[in-house]
């Protein structure tokens, strides 16, 4: 994951072309992660 929350590969031009593609999804353990923090605070 870079530090635009997608998964990405460690190669640095293959990581670099992540900024330019909008569509790529969060990484889905952070999503996870952050609604499982929130369902525990907000109750």
């Not at 929350?5 to 353990?29: F, G, I, K, M, S």
């Amino acid at each position: 994951m870079n530090h635009i929350l997608v998964d990405a590969p460690a190669a640095l031009p293959e990581n670099l072309a992540t900024y330019a593609q909008p569509e790529l999804p969060l990484n889905t353990e952070l999503v996870q992660t952050l609604t499982h923090f929130l369902d525990r605070v907000m109750k």
